[in-house]
């Protein structure tokens, strides 16, 4: 008799026990060790110490390029809102499973995890089958820069990234060029402030300038245009000196086709000599063409479930797919999970169960129809 297989709801559960803020290694290795063991090459990568991302490959007969599946296994901070379930939990409560994660997006994971779990016990087909389990997204997708930066990862026929949808499947994504902008000057006594070179009015003034500002580029039909954000500023230590230093940081979502280096051009000119701009993180947009024949064939596979022909869609957040595309030389890319994008981040996460085996099931389709075995 063939042992009872683990379903995704039951990894989702498993993996929302592990707490991934800022350490991915146990759960990493968790999720290894069970593809490892259907048939998979696994192999892990930390870009710290304890920050792990595993990649597992099932090799197929060769022929095609490889399928790529993806997202990240950390998660975000709980937030200062008392949780009125255990956050790390897993408890499932009239068909929600909830837990940090839950949405964004580990229940995504186990369902390519589960999806890879099936294939393995069919016949190879033509292409690999990749599995990334990421470190480290909600930093700037650290985990999967680190793993391009390191040449981890191989030209990709198609792309599928596992955050949360709610399994609807989108063509693409913003960037990010998350900035601090520094400002320096000379403290003195708060009594004299003429001896002294205050560095909040510097940064004061670049970010009345940021408030005015509008980046000369025509809107991208799906994703809308590039926003700018000051999303913090700190400056001075105590109430009675002039402050020799003050910072800020900014979060710019970019569309295609707007340069991350034009706009630190831009804003370098618009700021003169006082200020001092560090790029801290840089993600790219991501777009694919709906009609493209392979996302063509995602949509046949989801119109039965939706019960009608998915419309191209945008995501507001970035994902991995950032630095995946870019890896795997720009392979057509769906962004496709069984997550509730309104539920990352918030206080009770939870996912609808009935979508993480959906999200399995469209998974395998999805596979089985790129290695040619359906
Ligand atoms: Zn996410």
């Not at 580990?106 to 033509?126: N, Q, S, Y």
């Not at 954000?229 to 020799?244: A, M, T, Y």
Request: with cysteine; proline share 5%.
């Amino acid at each position: 008799m063939m042992p009872e297989r683990i379903t995704a709801t039951k990894i989702s559960q498993e993996i929302v026990r592990i707490d991934t803020m800022t350490r991915e290694r146990e759960c990493a290795h968790y999720l290894g060790a069970l593809l490892g063991e259907a048939g998979f090459e696994v192999s892990y990568h930390e870009f710290e110490e304890g920050r792990t991302t595993a990649v597992a490959r099932l090799k197929g007969e060769g022929g095609k390029l490889p399928i790529y599946f993806g997202g990240h296994i950390d998660v975000v901070p709980l937030g200062a809102k008392p949780w009125s379930v255990e956050p790390f939990g897993g408890a499932i409560l009239n068909g929600k499973l909830y837990g940090r994660g839950a949405s964004d997006m580990k229940a995504g994971i186990a369902a390519c995890v589960e999806m890879g779990l099936r294939m393995a016990t069919r016949p190879r087909g033509h292409a690999d089958i990749v599995i990334i389990m990421a470190a480290g997204e909600e930093h700037g997708c650290l985990g999967t820069h680190h793993l391009a930066s390191e040449g981890e990862l191989d030209r990709a026929g198609a792309l599928v990234i596992a955050e949360p949808t709610s399994n609807y499947p989108i063509l693409g994504h913003r960037g990010a060029l998350w900035l601090r902008l520094v400002t320096t000057g000379k403290t003195a006594h708060g009594s004299m402030p003429e001896e002294g070179d205050n560095a909040v009015y510097k940064l004061a003034r670049a970010v009345a300038k940021l408030e005015r500002h509008r980046f000369n580029i025509a809107p991208d039909k799906l994703l809308g245009t590039t926003s700018l954000c000051v999303s913090s500023f700190h400056g001075g230590i105590n109430r009675n000196s002039v402050p020799d230093r003050a910072e800020c940081s900014v979060d710019i979502r970019t569309i295609p086709g707007h340069s991350h280096i034009d706009i630190l051009a831009e804003l370098s000119k618009l700021f003169g000599e006082e200020v001092e701009i560090i790029p801290e993180v840089r993600a790219d947009a991501v777009l694919t063409d709906a009609e493209n024949v392979w996302v063509q064939t995602v949509y046949d596979i989801v119109e039965p479930r939706l019960g009608t022909r998915p419309e191209r869609r945008g995501a507001p957040y970035f994902t991995d797919a950032s630095a995946l595309t870019q890896g795997c030389g720009y392979p057509p890319t769906v962004i496709i999970g069984p997550g509730i994008k309104e539920q990352a981040h918030q206080t009770d996460e939870y996912c609808l169960v009935d979508k993480i085996e959906e999200a399995a099931d469209l998974y395998e389709e999805i596979a089985m129809r790129w290695c040619e075995l359906s």
